[in-house]
């Protein structure tokens, strides 16, 4: 009987995931409801305790930990054991020995009895092995208490992954599934012990191995049927000579992880470590043939978002596929691609079966996804480093939610079958499902869901109108979460995965609040002006356009978009997709059940560049708009008025640098205001930095006037989110302006002759972005009205102030009589701030002055660390006020959140501890 079969008949929740740090979870069964009996087993606690034993003279290493234990317990010297299995990983035990209480063992008096100990440092890995000599007697009802004169075994100095599919055949399709069994080699003959139990679907898998020549394991079938056998990173299988596609052995050097909930954080020192990624042999196929099985990975470098060179976390840990062993690189093997090749090319498409790829950002995390596996799943957002793997869409006809996800080539066929499990959650939250070392299905239903649906075979969509009685609705899509649980059928017997995937954001669910994966020495000093220029020739890598077209949707990792000018867009790169301005239903209706209108965003990575069609990956608000020429994205011509029914989509390349230096009055601005008479867009400044932002004297970041259009003489009406206004057409939706009236910010805009501007406080919140402000109303006789304030996004990890910053995105004067512009948005992100010499920000987002004023803009301060209170950093002048010199009938003031130091109500604040 397969261990994991004869443990769940017991009732226990079973199988131990034993990661890459050799982390394990504890459990046990008993083989009888009548064994009352406990075995006591006293061992070494650390390794100095060997030490002092005379067991381990000489080693260096004298303080390793216990972290991880294992107990095998047999009748005779052959059959199934009996497991019990504990790991100390964050509370390790304390003194010379531990004892290791073994409840409900087998009983009799031919019992054999096993010890592995895995003891770790920050430099290497010991195992200890022991066993009770002999056969011996365990009672019922009674405590047996053994001494195991343990011994270290083997050391290893780096730990591995090996993972990808094993074919038994030479038909893409043909690979074992099932649960496979980690067993451990012991010296001198003795039995194996078994460890690990981890699940392989129709040849896909992930193992567990180390560098050690002393320390292998099998991997086994319940049946015997030996997958894998004395497994090793020296291993002639897991060896990549260069030169082999299908293959590739990447090298991870020593590293620090941030663990991080939302509220608290804790570090983890990772080993060195070798991934062996790709497709294998098994030994029942003795000559495979590997033509055109590619395993493929992108040789740009970036930063890994969440780890860590140094234990200090000062140093990003670095992807270079050509580089350093202080780096991640390739070692051998494998397709090297530009970041385009490897994510859009036939020959890279995990799709067709006969290839796989790296994704550089899940290393270090959920170990399977590195290559886009997790259980029978395949991989379909290729940009994010968890999820991933499941679509959620709101169907607004139909009132519900529906679900895609796509299993691994072959998976399908074997999976008998799947649960979806749902919660009605409004405060959301991130617990879900499975990959925890229990089914999938019990760890779900442990945290609040409940089975909803189930999938027959194979099947890879769901539509589910409500849960535990909350019926799905445009107002409240986004409060239903869920976990599609896969099972295999075996006779009457559901055997659940370990691995489910979850739909925990139904929605624009981008993560704005991150500092990039710019690399060390990417820098940006700016003494002086610095354009943010459309193509790329000012700021090197920003770059911003009007999308025209959505060309094509088919295929089902991206959606292909045309845009006014695709120089400067490069892949890999971040972008900003934004409704810059929409009127009278333009834009398609709702984006999972949100209406698409100015203001919504989505942040988002280019898979293709510098030339049309761009590729976007699939899960933006633009996979709702129709494809082919679209009237109302074409609907603003050059110095045009709109139509009366619109829809402006800009792309906004965002920059990712590591340092910057701000010395000698720079002036850091858009080429152009934002225009609805402009093709190309303009008006958003925004940028990365995972490094420090240094601040020297005079420096200032002015977007003043950088929104939307005054009105002129040829045109007397201001422009806005909403278009620009007429008479006729009514006051909509932010931003506009009348004749003489003043240009919408956060605040509204004062009135002219017929209307106020709305601000985005009427429009329905800032997000974290912002709206454009509006321009103001022309006044008779030739007069412009002012230009409103631009949108400003700087995430830096480290900000230190130096000097006084100055940071505005102000609506500009009218002429005259001519109404002033609408205050912009200002968005400052920062992990840790240092004030020096007393140093401040000083914000602005104020309305412009005029015949009516402009209304106050938007503007946040927010971060994680602070050397002094929050309040102290912001100059008690800043303002984000409507205007003062004018009309101020009706105008609005903006709105300032200060929210350093750092609770952060209402916002993400995992960034805190994951970046």
Not at 13 to 23: D, E, K, N, P, Y
Not at 76 to 83: A, K, L, R, W
Not at 167 to 196: C, H, W, Y
Not at 210 to 226: E, K, R, V
Request: proline share 5%; with cysteine.
């Amino acid at each position: 009987m397969a261990l994991t079969e004869m443990c769940r008949k017991c009732g226990s929740v079973l199988s131990l995931v034993l990661t890459l740090v050799v982390v394990a979870l504890s459990w046990s069964c008993t083989r009888s409801s009548d064994s009352k009996g406990r075995i006591r087993l006293t061992v070494p606690a650390k390794i100095s305790s060997l030490r002092q034993q005379g067991k381990v003279a000489g080693q260096s290493v004298a303080t390793a930990q216990l972290e991880y234990a294992a107990v095998n317990i047999r009748h005779g010297m052959t059959g199934f054991p009996f497991v019990h299995e504990m790991e100390f990983h964050d509370n390790g035990p304390t003194g010379t020995e531990i004892v290791i209480e073994v409840p409900n063992p087998p009983t009799g008096s031919d019992l054999f009895v096993q010890f592995l100990g895995a003891y770790r440092d920050e430099e290497s890995m010991l195992i200890s092995y022991g066993d009770s000599g002999g056969l011996i007697a365990i009672s019922a009802g009674s405590v047996t208490e053994l001494n195991l004169n343990a011994t270290v075994f083997g050391s290893a100095t780096k730990e591995g992954l090996v993972a990808g599919r094993v074919l038994t055949g030479q038909s893409p399709d043909v690979g074992p599934t099932g649960e496979m069994i980690m067993r451990f080699n012991p010296p001198a003959g003795k039995p194996q012990m078994n460890l690990d139990v981890t699940e392989i679907w129709n040849g896909w898998f992930q193992i567990f191995a180390l560098d050690s020549t002393s320390i292998s394991f099998d991997y086994a079938m319940p049946d015997g049927t030996t997958v894998f056998s004395n497994v090793s990173l020296s291993s002639p299988i897991f060896s990549s000579p260069t030169g082999l596609n299908h293959r590739v052995k990447f090298e991870v050097p020593q590293s620090t992880r941030i663990d991080g909930d939302g509220s608290s954080a804790s570090t983890r020192t990772q080993l060195p470590k070798d991934m062996v990624l790709g497709y294998f042999a098994s030994p029942a196929l003795a000559s495979p043939n590997w033509t055109g099985y590619n395993m493929c990975y992108s040789t740009l470098d970036e930063s890994l978002m969440g780890m860590w060179a140094n234990e200090t976390m000062t140093i990003p840990l670095v992807y270079n596929a050509n580089g350093s062993a202080a780096e991640i690189r390739q070692v051998a093997g494998g397709v090297a691609s530009t970041f385009q090749n490897a994510f859009t090319s036939a020959s890279c498409d995990p799709a067709s079966g006969t290839a796989m790829r790296l994704y550089p950002q899940s290393i270090g995390y959920n170990e399977g996804d590195v290559i886009g596996m997790r259980g029978p799943f395949q991989r379909l957002d290729p940009v994010t480093r968890w999820e991933g793997y499941v679509r959620s869409k709101f169907d607004s006809g139909l009132s519900q939610i529906v679900l895609n996800w796509k299993y691994l080539p072959g998976a399908g066929s074997v999976v008998g079958g799947a649960t979806i499990f749902g919660k009605y959650s409004p405060s959301g939250g991130g617990d879900g499902g499975g990959g925890h070392g229990e089914p999938c299905d019990a760890y779900a239903q442990q945290r609040g869901f409940m089975p909803v649906l189930e999938i027959p075979g194979g099947g890879e969509t769901a539509s589910i109108g409500s849960v535990d009685g909350h019926p799905v609705t445009s107002g409240d899509a986004y409060s239903f979460r869920f976990v599609i649980c896969p099972f295999r059928q075996q006779g009457t017997m559901r055997r659940y995965s370990q691995h489910g995937v979850t739909a925990s954001c139904v929605g624009n669910c981008g993560d704005s609040m991150h500092f990039g994966w710019a690399v060390p020495g990417d820098n940006l000093d700016v003494s002086g002006a610095a354009e943010f220029r459309s193509d790329g020739s000012g700021i090197s890598k920003a770059a911003y356009s009007k999308v025209t077209q959505v060309v094509s949707n088919s295929n089902p990792l991206y959606t292909e978009i045309d845009v006014y000018d695709s120089t400067g867009f490069v892949a890999g790169a971040e972008v900003l997709l934004m409704v810059t301005g929409s009127a009278n239903s333009g834009c398609p209706s709702n984006y999972n059940g949100q209406p698409i209108g100015a203001g919504m965003h989505a942040f988002t990575r280019l898979l293709s560049g510098s030339s049309n069609p761009l590729k976007i990956p699939k899960g933006t608000f633009m996979d709702e708009f129709p494809t082919g020429a679209n009237a109302a994205l074409n609907a603003v011509g050059a110095l045009a008025e709109p139509a009366d029914s619109f829809c402006y989509v800009q792309i906004v390349q965002i920059p990712h640098f590591y340092d910057m230096n701000l010395t000698g009055a720079p002036n850091i601005y858009t080429i152009s205001p934002m225009s609805l008479g402009d093709s190309i867009g303009g008006g958003v400044v925004a940028m990365r930095f995972n490094g420090t932002v240094t601040v020297g004297a005079l420096s200032s970041i002015h977007l003043d006037g950088k929104g939307y259009a005054g009105g002129t003489g040829a045109a007397n009406f201001g422009a806005g989110i909403g278009g620009h206004y007429s008479s006729a057409g009514g006051s909509v939706n932010g931003g506009e302006a009348s004749v003489g009236g003043g240009g919408g910010g956060y605040g509204n805009g004062a009135n002219g002759a017929a209307s106020n501007g709305k601000g985005s406080s009427n429009f329905g919140g800032s997000g974290p972005m912002g709206v454009f402000a509006g321009g103001g109303g022309a006044y008779y006789g030739g007069f412009s009205g002012g230009a409103g304030g631009g949108v400003l996004m700087l995430n830096m990890r480290n900000l230190v102030l130096n000097a006084n910053l100055s940071v505005r995105a102000n609506g500009a004067n009218g002429l005259s009589s001519a109404a002033g512009g609408g205050g912009g948005s200002v968005n400052l992100v920062a992990k840790s701030v240092v004030q020096n010499a007393g140093s401040l920000i000083e914000l602005q987002a104020i309305g412009g002055n005029g015949g009516s004023v402009g209304g106050g803009g938007y503007m946040r301060l927010a971060g994680c660390e602070s050397n002094v209170a929050p309040a102290s950093l912001v100059n008690p002048t800043s303002t984000n006020t409507k205007g003062t010199t004018g009309s101020t009938s009706g105008a609005g003031d903006g709105n300032t959140e200060v929210l350093a130091g750092f609770g952060m109500p209402g916002y993400d604040t995992h960034f805190c501890y994951e970046h």
